[in-house]
């Protein structure tokens, strides 16, 4: 399975964004930068989703900030 970051770079352009502006809004590495823009394999989601055989978005939800707090406090509450 391969893995393309064209809409990531499109999205970057049409926002008039900077690489280096991407990464201190993003908090991405340099070198993660690098390997998206090279086409180089970022690892961890390509090997879950290849060995599900999925999508990212089989696999992941963005939630806002609010939500992940609270799961964190409903889980926390559950294991005291």
């Known amino acids: ?3 393309s970051y064209k ?4 999205m970057l352009i ?3 964004m900077k690489k280096k502006d991407f990464r201190e809004l993003t908090g991405v590495s340099a070198n993660t930068v690098s390997k998206l823009a090279n086409g180089d394999n970022v690892t961890v989601i390509e090997k879950i989703c290849r060995g599900l ?3 990212i978005d089989n696999i992941c939800e963005f939630l806002p ?11 926390r509450n559950e294991n005291e």
């Open 65 to 75: 900030d609010e939500t992940k707090a609270n799961e964190k406090n409903i889980r």
């Open 1 to 3: 399975m391969a893995v």
């Open 14 to 16: 049409d926002w008039d």
């Open 53 to 55: 055989n999925c999508t």
């Open 7 to 10: 809409k990531l770079f499109k």
